[in-house]
């Protein structure tokens, strides 16, 4: 309504403006002006509907806004509505994030416990790890040791496989050593076979007479037991009084003295101890021939020699070694 007060109000300044009329002119200004006023009120009939139509306008936009009004109105109240439709919906929601939060705080209360027991887990199962570290440091330590072993018995090994070979080669130089010193030892007992039977040779032409493997002489020239054992080795280095040790032995030197001889020195005696009866090799009797009644140290007299009663058949007695009889050399075999 204000809007239309203030339009009515400048429309009537403008028409009162435009009929004022000009006061200087007489009869013939009035049809002027009559026509004039002709005009001007055929132009306020103009403007009057112009006006009116602009009125209806109005109207028609007042209407409009009125029914704009309303609707905004109505969508104000529709918004209300809804704005406290959602607000409702806004509490419950809120009152159900409450619950919801108070769910969530139990549920972290749980998984704390649960957090509080895994990590009591966690500290055991560290123990255990570390106690695992433990035990895997110390086996790769015993690990280390067992390769550092086997490393040195591998050298062992192979300084044992190269001892192995110069023993192998040791071995087939000893072999072919030992096949050198086969033909030398076959050389030299050919050699020594040529030696003993030259050796046999000599002491046949010195006039040893060989029994099995044994040499003997008889030698007519009487002398003391001690001289007779001197003159034995005079005669051939290895030669001694004979010893006997066999009846077929003591029948073989019986048969070297000549007819008539009644008895020849052997290498018997007791000298190094009275009754301890000894061959010229150092040996004790193994056989003996005694006479009968012999040894008996005649009368008290010292008799240490053993002297072949070759009138007795060949039977012993202990004499004087002092005394000079023949005797029989003896070169063993
Ligand atoms: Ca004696
Ligand atoms: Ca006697």
């Known amino acids: 309504m204000l809007l239309l007060t203030f339009l009515f109000i400048a429309i009537f300044q403008t028409g009162h403006g435009q009929i004022v009329p000009s ?10 002006l009559l026509l004039q006023v002709q005009n001007y009120l055929l132009q306020l009939q ?5 006006q009116k139509q602009s009125l209806m ?7 409009d806004l009125k029914s704009k009004d309303a609707q905004i109105e109505k969508n104000l109240t529709q918004q209300d509505t809804t704005t406290s439709s959602q607000l409702q919906f806004l509490q419950q929601q809120l009152a159900s994030a409450g ?4 769910n969530l705080t139990t549920q972290l209360k749980k998984l704390e416990t649960i957090m509080n027991a895994l990590q009591m887990k966690n500290s055991d199962q560290q123990i255990l790890i570390n106690t695992a570290k433990s035990s895997l440091d110390v086996l790769s330590s015993n690990i280390s040791s067992i390769s550092s072993r086997l490393s040195n018995q591998v050298i062992s090994i192979k300084s044992l496989g190269s001892s192995m070979k110069q023993l192998e080669a040791s071995v087939k130089n000893t072999e072919i050593q030992n096949g050198e010193l086969k033909n ?3 050389a030299l007992k050919l050699e020594n076979a040529l030696l003993k039977k030259r050796m046999d040779l000599l002491i046949k032409l010195d006039g040893f007479v060989a029994y099995q493997s044994s040499w003997y002489k008889y030698i007519s020239q009487p002398a003391p037991w001690h001289k007779a054992e001197e003159l034995c080795q005079l005669i051939h280095p290895q030669a001694h009084l004979a010893d006997i040790l066999s009846q077929a032995e003591n029948d073989f030197i019986l048969g070297l003295a000549p007819t008539g001889t009644n008895e020849v020195f052997v290498g018997g005696h007791d000298i190094v101890k009275e009754g301890v009866w000894k061959w010229t090799t150092g040996q004790q009797l193994t ?13 008290g007299m010292e008799e240490d020699c053993i002297l072949m009663m070759v009138n007795a058949g060949g039977a012993w007695n202990d004499d004087s070694c002092d005394k000079s009889y023949s005797f029989v050399c003896k070169i063993k075999g």
């Open 46 to 50: 103009s403007s009057a509907a112009d």
């Open 287 to 299: 056989y003996t021939k005694w006479n009968n009644g012999e040894p008996n140290s005649y009368k």
């Open 23 to 32: 006061t200087g002119h007489q009869p013939a200004d009035h049809t002027s």
């Open 99 to 102: 619950d919801q939060t108070a």
């Open 57 to 63: 306008d109005i109207q028609a936009s007042v209407a």
């Open 184 to 186: 030398k030892t076959a």
